[in-house]
């Protein structure tokens, strides 16, 4: 099941990285769009949010992959728009403090 997922999400990577033109959503891991400035306003998007029901999560925890999941889970929880959870998620695998 796992090597199902890696093969799943090998493909999906590859197919993302071929496309040229490929849209900005969804994240693509490690790959940043985002201005200097939206990281900033992602950090303290995930400051005030996402410390509200557990402890501040650590950015090195997980990987961008990883993150993309947890994202997909948590931004609904702490109640971002699409653009905040973009902005957050660039923040996280950005690896600024
Ligand atoms: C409304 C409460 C709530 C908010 C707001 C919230 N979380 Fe969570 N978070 C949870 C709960 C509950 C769990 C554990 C259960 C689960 O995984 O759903 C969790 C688990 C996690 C985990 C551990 C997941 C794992 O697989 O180890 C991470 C990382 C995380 N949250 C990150 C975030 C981030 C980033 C944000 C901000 C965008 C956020 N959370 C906002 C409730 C919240």
Redesign the pocket.
């Known amino acids: 099941m796992k090597k199902l997922i890696a093969a799943a999400l090998f493909t999906f990577i590859l197919l993302v990285s071929c496309t040229p033109q490929a849209s900005t959503a969804p994240a693509i891991p490690g790959t940043a769009f985002s201005t200097a400035e939206q990281i900033a306003q992602g950090k303290t998007i995930?400051e005030n949010?996402?410390g509200?029901?557990?402890k501040l999560?650590d950015p090195a925890?997980?990987n961008p992959v990883?993150w993309v999941g947890?994202?997909n889970?948590?931004?609904p929880?702490?109640k971002?728009t699409d653009e905040q959870h973009q902005w957050?998620y660039d923040y996280?695998v950005s690896g600024k403090k």
């Open positions: 995930f949010s996402c509200k029901c557990h999560p925890s997980h990883q947890i994202m889970s948590m931004a929880k702490a971002l957050v996280i």
